[in-house]
Structure formats: C-alpha cells, structure tokens
C-alpha cells in the first residue's frame, strides 16, 4: 500500500538583505531614476533600449553606450488586470501590470498602472508617471502611471442681472398687479401674450396693451421626473396653455394635480402668490391648476 509522500519545506531568506552589484547599465538606470529621469540604451542599429540592456536581444552585439532619456510620458502596448493586490505588489488596490512604450522608446517598460478603473484601460492609452517623493535609485522610485489629463470638472456658477425694458417691462409690471397683458395684431387680428411691441408673424407694431383672462387650455405637455425648485412636486408636468382669448400658447408648470391625470384639452386657472408677496416675475404665478370645467376638444 502506498505512503504519504514525504514533504520538506525550505526557505530561502537573507535577513540582513542580499546585495548584487548592478553594472553600469543598470547602474546608470537606476541612478537616472533616482534623479527622476527615464533613459535608454541606444544599439548599434539605433534602437533605444527601454530598460537599458548590456547587449542588443536581435543582434546579440553590445550596446553603443549611448544613453538617451525617454518619455517621461508613454503609451499602453497591453496589460493584464489585478483585481486583488498581492502583499509585494507596489499598490494597494486593484490595478493593471501594464507594458509601456515610453516617448522615444523602440520597447516596451513593464510597470504598475493605476487607471482607476479597468473599464477605463484601452490600447494606446497615454500614461504619465508617479514619482515616490524620497527616490533612492531603485525601480520602486517611479512608483506607477497613470492616464494622462483629457478632462477636468470646473465649478461654474455665472450670475447676471437681466433688466426689462419695453414691452417685458410693460407684461411684467402688470404681472406685478396680477394681470396678464396681451397685445393684437391689427393686420393679423392675433392676440399674442406675454405683449410684445411688434407682431412676430407680420412685424407691424402692436397698440396698446389689454388684459386677458388667466384661465385656459392645456395644448401639450411634458412629465419632468428630475427636481425643479420652481415644480410643486416631482414628477412635475410643464404644459403649453392656450390663455381664452389668445392665439399663441405660453409655457408654465402646472399643479394640484397628479403629473398621470394632466392631458390635453385640459382646463388650468392661474394660482397666484398672495399680493404682499408679488414682485415684477413671473414666479407670481405659481403654477396653472385644473379648473373643473370640461376638457376642450383640440382642433
């Protein structure tokens, strides 16, 4: 019958840490890294070795010693995904063992690529590197890459004042008191609201202004389910309302209804703020609420 096999476990350790001469290649590497810089080795057919190599890997023939600096910024080639980091891994998170063509380079650098997330990986990326803040001539001193900037956010916050004249003026005003002004065309018998000084169809001025009603007609509308501060609710419907007696719609929320019953044909009345609270704006008017009355049948 068979035995278990004999198993003897060995380590191999160097407490006080083994120490390897470099050569001037790597030396020279390992010393440009230090001073933050990335280099190569150029060959005798003119391709820059990244990292450098005593001897040309397609020839065999040994370098020129001519070193030259690269990059810093390169271009992913390919990667392989780490989704969990290993103890020795030179990060803490998931990241991606990339190869990089660096700027200038004929090879490819393999190095730890920090993308923020894999979805973001893709061939030909451009990279730029992460330096440890006290290098000490080792090929941790580039601590990792990272996508180059193609974007910011920015807070943007722009504020005006918008001063009415003219007919705004003369509308809002009466806005102000709770009334609607509309003007008619006398070529085009077409009463347009807000008032305008000119008819928008033929250009001929419009007289002087009158009141019209602030009950009317839903002609279209449209169901908002993103937040409004203006919208009694959300979802919140914003409806074109023909106003009685007018023959172009104007847009504005519409409440004390829920946003599914809203539909065409149907009647709204204006809901006023009280008066002490009025000012020359349209946010004197609340919002347009059913009336009751029976839908219209839109021709």
């Not at 900037?149 to 504020?159: G, H, L, P």
């Not at 106003?243 to 044909?265: F, S």
């Amino acid at each position: 019958m068979p035995s278990d096999p004999l198993v003897a476990q060995h380590v191999l350790e160097f407490p006080g840490g083994y120490t390897r001469t470099t050569g001037p290649v790597i030396g020279r590497f390992l010393s440009e890294l230090r001073a933050r810089r990335l280099v190569g080795v150029r060959t005798a057919e003119g391709r820059v070795l990244v990292p450098p190599l005593e001897y040309d890997p397609a020839t065999g023939e040994a370098v020129t010693g001519e070193y030259v600096e690269v990059g810093p910024a390169g271009t992913v080639t390919t990667w392989a995904w780490v989704d969990e980091p290993l103890p020795g891994h030179p990060l803490d998170r998931p990241f991606a063992w990339a190869l990089i063509r660096l700027d200038g380079a004929d090879t490819d650098l393999v190095h730890a690529l920090d993308p923020g997330n894999p979805k973001a990986l893709r061939q030909g990326m451009r990279v730029w590197p992460v330096w440890r803040e006290q290098p000490k001539g080792h090929i941790t001193d580039l601590s990792h890459f990272v996508p180059e900037v193609t974007q910011i956010v920015s807070d943007v916050r722009a504020e005006y004042r918008l001063q009415a004249g003219g007919a705004l003026r003369v509308f809002l005003e009466g806005v102000e008191r709770g009334v609607l002004l509309g003007g008619r065309c006398e070529r085009c018998a077409k009463v347009y609201v807000p008032y305008r000084a000119a008819c928008p169809e033929c250009g001929s001025a419009l007289p002087d202004t009158f009141e019209v009603p602030d009950t009317g007609t839903i002609t279209t509308f449209a169901i908002n389910n993103l937040p409004d501060p203006r919208a009694p609710q959300v979802p919140f419907v914003s409806a074109y309302i023909l106003l009685d007696g007018t023959d172009i719609p104007m847009i504005a929320l519409v409440g004390d209804v829920p946003a599914h019953e809203v539909r065409q044909g149907m009647r709204v009345r204006a809901v006023w703020v009280p008066e002490s609270e009025r000012t020359a704006s349209m946010a004197n008017i609340r919002w347009f609420a059913p009336t009751g009355e029976p839908d219209v049948e839109l021709s």
